[in-house]
């Protein structure tokens, strides 16, 4: 069984920035793709990053240029450096492990002034 435990998200004035981490335990599978999705209200929950264990990563268009995503793969942690953000950035982040297909359960972002 893996879990996995966001913690980070908050209220913050655009042009903020956030940092989201997520510890995942458990029987993790090995060189699992990692990731950081996002729901809107009304909207489809869709990808901002994800990354390889080796490091290689990919954005969405939106978020590219201002949010990071990085691994500490011998803590088995996630992280989100969201910068510069925006109101239409706030959302349900979720985090995400492949080959297994588990989420975690949700940290609220809320950009607004």
């Known amino acids: 069984q893996v879990q996995l435990v966001e913690s980070g998200g908050g209220l913050v004035q655009p042009g903020g920035s956030l940092r989201l981490s997520c510890a995942a335990s458990?029987?993790?599978?090995?060189?699992?793709?990692m990731g950081w999705y996002r729901q809107a209200p009304g909207k489809q929950r869709e990808v901002v990053a994800i990354?390889?264990?080796?490091?290689?990563?990919n954005y969405a268009n939106s978020v590219k240029g201002r949010f990071t995503i990085s691994r500490d793969n011998a803590k088995n942690t996630v992280y989100l450096q969201m910068n510069s953000l925006k109101p239409e950035d706030t959302a349900v982040y979720y985090c995400?492990?492949?080959?297994?297909?588990?989420w975690g359960q949700g940290t609220q972002v809320t950009v607004s002034s």
């Open positions: 990354i390889a264990s080796g490091g290689i990563t």
């Open positions: 995400h492990i492949g080959g297994g297909d588990y």
């Open positions: 458990g029987s993790i599978p090995r060189f699992a793709v």
